[in-house]
């Protein structure tokens, strides 16, 4: 690690940080803006509309697959060979999409991003991590992981904005270049840190297999279900609970976005000053809470919610479900500390394989049951979370190693 001297003196927020935070961002924009460019993309390529948002469950499978696979294939790699080299081909195959003559050939370029963000995400974690003071370890984790909730906020509507105002294919030229800043900041400001802890295989795959550590992954997974679901079916919820239209949405969306890059940046603080096991339940508690009060609301208002009210409400859901993100990693970093590269891949699988449940749980609730059934079944998955992660965590702190 760093030493609190080294620290100082590259500032309070170094070059190697700042790329690490471009790669997430590009990683998340890449991942999300395809929604916002679908109509032209299967206009242009002539495929359905349906053919074409496969291209976001695929790369969302192949991500989730390949992620705790290569974190454990290149454990034996150096972090900022690995990172760079990853993150190197990330950004030609956004650039080759841009200029993708067909749509299978831009599906093929999809699963080459996919499995190339695959490694780059968790190996940003890691280095960010190894990088750090002890004293910043999950401030710095927590600004590692802002970068995805900004591609929310920033990235997806720049890219979208990109993509209508002039191509689908702009939109990954965007990506693209975000990808050549991360590169070049990282040739100069990212410190090699050789390989990771030289812990066997067997021993590294028994870190993974280990109770405390596939807890984490499944709460990982309980609570993307109930938070994505939320997030995916926003607009039928906020149409259901407020009557609001399109306009209102947009705002609200954006609230919700804020908030969670700023809940990622607080919970990485907050893991810091109070523990990682402190601030994962408090984070949960809250979004739980969040999803409670929207549910209340249904009931209480029958679709004419106030619509502050409603507002408060996603901003504490987006905030606090957001801030579940670092103290997460860092828990699971010390419960592994001889695979944690690969301890987060594998949470990040969990992440994205929640994300695919959520849309479709949510998609089976929603014809029957309206929006409203919607942030129930979102809050009971949020509770289930809670239980299974306060019965772990009293079992296996974040203090203790994995067995």
Same mark, same amino acid.
């Given at each position: 690690?760093?030493?609190?001297?080294?620290?100082?003196?590259?500032?309070?927020?170094?070059?190697?940080?700042?790329?690490?935070?471009?790669?997430?961002?590009?990683?998340?924009?890449?991942?999300?803006?395809?929604?916002?460019?679908?109509?032209?993309?299967?206009?242009?390529?002539?495929?359905?509309?349906?053919?074409?948002?496969?291209?976001?469950?695929?790369?969302?499978?192949?991500?989730?697959?390949?992620?705790?696979?290569?974190?454990?294939?290149?454990?034996?790699?150096?972090?900022?060979?690995?990172?760079?080299?990853?993150?190197?081909?990330?950004?030609?195959?956004?650039?080759?999409?841009?200029?993708?003559?067909?749509?299978?050939?831009?599906?093929?370029?999809?699963?080459?991003?996919?499995?190339?963000?695959?490694?780059?995400?968790?190996?940003?974690?890691?280095?960010?991590?190894?990088?750090?003071?002890?004293?910043?370890?999950?401030?710095?984790?927590?600004?590692?992981?802002?970068?995805?909730?900004?591609?929310?906020?920033?990235?997806?509507?720049?890219?979208?904005?990109?993509?209508?105002?002039?191509?689908?294919?702009?939109?990954?030229?965007?990506?693209?270049?975000?990808?050549?800043?991360?590169?070049?900041?990282?040739?100069?400001?990212?410190?090699?840190?050789?390989?990771?802890?030289?812990?066997?295989?067997?021993?590294?795959?028994?870190?993974?297999?280990?109770?405390?550590?596939?807890?984490?992954?499944?709460?990982?997974?309980?609570?993307?279900?109930?938070?994505?679901?939320?997030?995916?079916?926003?607009?039928?919820?906020?149409?259901?609970?407020?009557?609001?239209? !399109? &306009?209102?949405?947009?705002?609200?969306?954006?609230?919700? %976005? $804020?908030? #969670?890059? /700023?809940?990622?940046?607080? +919970? *990485?603080?907050?893991?810091?000053?109070?523990?990682?096991?402190?601030?994962?339940?408090?984070?949960?508690?809250?979004?739980?809470?969040?999803?409670?009060?929207?549910?209340?609301?249904?009931?209480?208002?029958?679709?004419?919610?106030?619509?502050?009210?409603?507002?408060?409400?996603?901003?504490?859901?987006?905030?606090?479900?957001?801030?579940?993100?670092?103290?997460?990693?860092?828990?699971?970093?010390?419960?592994?500390?001889?695979?944690?590269?690969?301890?987060?891949?594998?949470?990040? !699988? &969990?992440?994205?394989?929640?994300?695919?449940?959520?849309? %479709? $749980?949510? #998609?089976? /609730?929603?014809?029957?049951? +309206? *929006?409203?059934?919607?942030?129930?079944?979102?809050?009971?998955?949020?509770?289930?979370?809670?239980?299974?992660?306060?019965?772990?965590?009293?079992?296996?702190?974040?203090?203790?190693?994995?067995?």
């Amino acid at each position: 690690m760093l030493t609190d001297t080294t620290q100082r003196s590259a500032g309070r927020f170094p070059g190697w940080l700042l790329c690490l935070l471009i790669a997430t961002f590009a990683v998340g924009t890449d991942d999300f803006v395809i929604a916002g460019v679908l109509p032209r993309i299967a206009n242009d390529l002539d495929v359905g509309e349906a053919s074409a948002g496969q291209l976001v469950s695929v790369f969302s499978i192949v991500y989730a697959v390949s992620a705790p696979v290569l974190a454990t294939l290149t454990a034996r790699l150096p972090r900022r060979i690995l990172f760079c080299g990853a993150l190197f081909v990330f950004t030609a195959a956004n650039v080759a999409a841009a200029f993708a003559p067909s749509f299978v050939v831009l599906m093929v370029l999809r699963i080459v991003a996919a499995v190339a963000a695959a490694t780059v995400t968790p190996v940003a974690f890691a280095l960010a991590a190894s990088m750090s003071p002890a004293h910043r370890v999950g401030r710095n984790i927590g600004l590692v992981a802002a970068g995805l909730t900004m591609a929310l906020v920033a990235g997806v509507p720049a890219g979208t904005w990109i993509g209508t105002q002039w191509s689908w294919r702009g939109s990954f030229l965007l990506v693209a270049a975000l990808g050549v800043a991360a590169i070049a900041i990282a040739s100069t400001g990212l410190r090699d840190q050789g390989t990771a802890d030289p812990v066997p295989l067997r021993d590294r795959l028994r870190l993974l297999g280990s109770t405390p550590v596939l807890i984490g992954v499944a709460g990982t997974t309980l609570g993307g279900i109930g938070g994505l679901m939320t997030y995916t079916y926003i607009a039928p919820i906020v149409r259901d609970l407020s009557g609001a239209g !399109s &306009g209102t949405l947009a705002i609200l969306i954006g609230v919700t %976005g $804020i908030a #969670g890059a /700023v809940g990622t940046a607080v +919970g *990485g603080r907050l893991t810091d000053r109070w523990g990682a096991d402190r601030t994962l339940l408090l984070g949960l508690k809250g979004q739980v809470a969040a999803s409670a009060a929207l549910t209340a609301f249904g009931f209480a208002w029958q679709g004419n919610a106030p619509l502050p009210l409603t507002a408060a409400a996603f901003a504490l859901w987006g905030f606090a479900g957001w801030a579940f993100n670092p103290p997460m990693n860092a828990r699971l970093l010390a419960l592994a500390p001889g695979a944690g590269t690969e301890a987060v891949a594998l949470n990040t !699988s &969990g992440l994205y394989l929640g994300i695919a449940l959520g849309g %479709g $749980i949510g #998609g089976l /609730v929603l014809p029957h049951h +309206g *929006g409203g059934g919607v942030v129930l079944a979102a809050t009971v998955f949020g509770v289930l979370t809670v239980g299974l992660l306060t019965a772990s965590i009293a079992r296996y702190p974040a203090t203790a190693r994995a067995a």
